[in-house]
C-alpha cells in the first residue's frame, strides 16, 4: 500500500525559512511527476510546486522566487524549500502526483506568524 509522509513544518516568524520532506513506500518518486500542495483554512488544497521525473520545476505564482522543489533519488525523498515566507503561507502541506492519485498523507503543518 501506497504511503505518503511528510515531514518538516512547525512555526516560523515572517521572512523565515522551513524544509519539507515527503517519504514514501510504494511511490518511485523518479518515475512520477509529483507535487507540493497546501491547504490553507477554509480555503482548497492548491498546487504549489511539481517536478518531473527529469527534474523539471514549475510553481504557483504566489510561491515563485521564494520556494523550490527538489528530489533525492538515492533516499526517494521529496523537499520543498521555502524561504521568505509569509502569513498567507501557512497551511498544512502535503506531497502527492500530479494527477492526485495517492492517499493523501497527513500532512505537515506550517504556521508563519509572529
Known amino acids: 500500500q501506497v504511503q505518503l509522509v511528510e515531514s518538516g513544518g512547525g512555526w516560523v516568524q515572517p521572512w523565515g525559512s522551513l524544509r519539507l520532506s515527503c517519504a514514501s513506500s510504494?511511490?518511485?518518486?523518479?518515475?512520477?511527476?509529483m507535487g507540493w500542495y497546501r491547504q490553507a483554512p477554509g480555503k482548497q488544497r492548491e498546487l504549489v510546486a511539481r517536478i518531473g521525473g527529469g527534474g523539471s520545476t514549475n510553481y504557483a505564482d504566489s510561491v515563485k522566487g521564494r520556494f523550490t522543489i527538489s528530489r533525492d533519488d538515492a533516499k526517494n525523498t521529496l523537499y520543498l524549500q521555502m524561504n521568505s515566507l509569509k502569513p498567507e503561507d501557512t497551511a498544512i502541506y502535503y506531497c502527492?502526483?500530479?494527477?492526485?492519485?495517492?492517499?493523501w498523507g497527513r500532512g505537515t503543518q506550517v504556521t508563519v506568524s509572529s
Open positions: 510504494g511511490v518511485t518518486f523518479s518515475l512520477n511527476v
Open positions: 502527492n502526483g500530479l494527477r492526485q492519485q495517492y492517499v
